[in-house]
């Protein structure tokens, strides 16, 4: 038995966080402090940092509070810790592989004596095998609950295609045979891929933010419970079939990453920057044909979120580079900058923190220096080597979404943000 603030400490480290925002010293010990001068934005950190990190994101204000965040958006949840039994239910949140958002107010003594109690085991699924699913829909929560081995062996072993939401991107490298294509972003997306035709989908670690436009019957299952599931299994294994939205879009997005006129094609543009290890982007018009576009061949290369919240990009990207000093970290935003990013940039400066800022500008009044195709790969080659923080400002030609929203319809992701009128 220890105190409370040790317990808290030992339950966020078993839950995969790595790093605690704060404004001043904190009395969690053992988790590294990363000391922001701007106390408004601690919030921010912590859900920039639970979108990208291993865990969820952590922050402490001087008012005995802490936020526990894993992505942006989510509804806050309040809650006044005022016995063991309150932090106890509140730390079992911690292994919750959803979208949610935790502000805890103590009114314990940090120092009292605390008792860790064991957390529930995952609860049985029951697969009706008269209706046998015939896909996999996966979201961020299969990435936050560290199931996406389990995925794989269920995908080989059932032999189901894995279509993922763009907060899931990366789960399959995208040239595999599992991968279906990647849902949620536009109006047809569901119904191009098969899903909203079938009897039966199977899903594990969605975000109903990111499941605009799906309408199939659904059988959830934790994605703590995937390998359960997958011992019980007694379906014939399937072959995966190549769909309409692959092959639609692979015709669109692929002569656009050969086009070498100015402005530059948003294609030609996600070439430039899959050189960074990490794309974090803002959603809007780059958001967009990140989430759409990118190749993923890893988890966590490209992340997007779910909800717009201004500043995400800087600062996922701010609060990578201090997790991880070394990794080629990109951040992506539209012009004009939001105010937030200025500051935010203040902030990196102060932490001595350097990536490249890619503004993607539509306005066509683009600098005159910019004369190539060939200069992003270029400034960005200059800029992650870089002791700063890097501004890049490209032209993009606006008009290239149209073939994206021929093939799938309007944007549906983000509803809350204004995007230009030929995106909805």
Known sequence: ???????????LKRAGSTQLFASADTPLHGIPERIVADGSYLQLFASADGRVGCGPGVAWESTQRLTLSTGPGADIENIRVNSADTLNRALDRLCDPGCW????QFDLDLDSAFERSPNASPTGVEIDHDVPPEFILVGPGVIRGQAIESLRNFATRSGLGVTNTWGAKGVFNWQSEHHMGTAGLQAKDFDLLGLNAARAVMAAGTDAAELHGFRAPTVTIPPGSLSSVLAGWRFPTRKVESNEFMQRMSAVCMPLREKTSLPLSPGRAIVDLARGDRIFADPGVSGFWIARAFPTARVGSAVVPAYAIPGFAVAAAI?????????????????????????????AKRLGIAFPLVVWD??????????????LHE??????????????QIPIDADDSDALIEVAGPVVAWPELDLPSSLR
Do not use: C, W
């Open 1 to 11: 038995m220890g105190s409370v603030a040790e317990g808290i400490a030992s339950a």
């Open 101 to 104: 958002t935790l502000a805890l």
């Open 319 to 347: 609060a990578e580079k201090l997790r991880d000093p070394g990794a080629a970290v990109i951040a992506v935003t539209d012009a004009p900058l939001h105010p937030i990013n200025a500051e935010l940039i203040f902030e």
């Open 362 to 375: 539509f306005s066509r009044q683009y600098d005159a220096r910019y004369q190539r195709v060939e200069q």
């Open 379 to 392: 400034l960005l080659e200059r800029a992650l080597q870089s002791e700063e923080v890097e501004l890049i």
